[in-house]
């Protein structure tokens, strides 16, 4: 394997607009945290190599994929990987920048993949259930909107203390308040057709 594959060149350039920003990114950012990866094509996808499959990423006709070989074993104290949703990816659907972790969790999400693959770690490891995550505050901003759309709130009200996490974490994890509003006013649409945060997982 080479360490740039020219395949990929190939694959990101026919992919759409919106896609090839957050794979052109994911590339570099796969080089810079470990310049001993190498590239290939597998499945009809762009492949990150490493003494064995580090992570793979996938453009769709709407949206991206992006997901580590071994996403269960990676230390992941934000709790921003979305184990067992393998065919969306770690991180669910991305169409945007905006829906990628920061650069520093991705370098080190890439860092312990590498690490992994070098200790000779063979698929997924469990991990010991550690202590719940603690509760997340509702944010002001989501409350004052909620309030003024009472089908949204008492939907919101009814949903178990999990699918709440999961609206006020994607809310509250927006790097910009565009993207806030614009999560939220997605938030209140979904609400208010009685869905949870991944309805589109399900």
């Not at 990866?37 to 992006?66: L, R």
């Not at 990628?100 to 080190?108: A, C, F, R, T």
């Not at 505050?137 to 003024?148: I, R, T």
């Not at 509250?172 to 991944?198: D, F, P, V, Y």
Request: hydrophobic share 40%.
């Amino acid at each position: 394997m080479e360490k740039y594959d020219p395949r990929i060149d190939a694959y990101i350039e026919k992919a759409a607009d919106f896609a090839k920003p957050v794979l052109i990114h994911l590339r570099h950012l796969m080089h810079a945290a470990a310049p001993q990866i190498t590239e290939t094509i597998k499945w009809g996808m762009p492949f990150f190599d490493y003494k064995g499959p580090v992570c793979n990423m996938a453009s769709f006709k709407q949206h991206c994929a992006f997901g580590f070989w071994k996403a269960t074993s990676l230390n992941d104290p934000h709790g921003l990987i979305n184990a067992g949703e393998a065919a969306m990816g770690s991180f669910g659907r991305l169409t945007s920048l905006v829906d990628l972790p920061s650069d520093e969790i991705l370098i080190d999400f890439i860092e312990q993949a590498v690490k992994l693959n070098e200790a000779g770690v063979k698929g997924n490891v469990k991990k010991s259930p550690g202590a719940p995550k603690p509760e997340i505050p509702m944010p002001d901003y989501f409350a004052k909107v909620l309030s003024q759309e009472p089908k949204a709130l008492a939907t919101f009200e009814d949903f178990s203390a999990s699918h709440k996490r999961e609206y006020l974490e994607w809310i509250t994890e927006a790097k910009t308040e565009a993207t806030r509003e614009k999560r939220m006013a997605t938030a209140i649409e979904w609400l208010n057709e009685g869905k949870s945060r991944n309805w589109k997982y399900k």
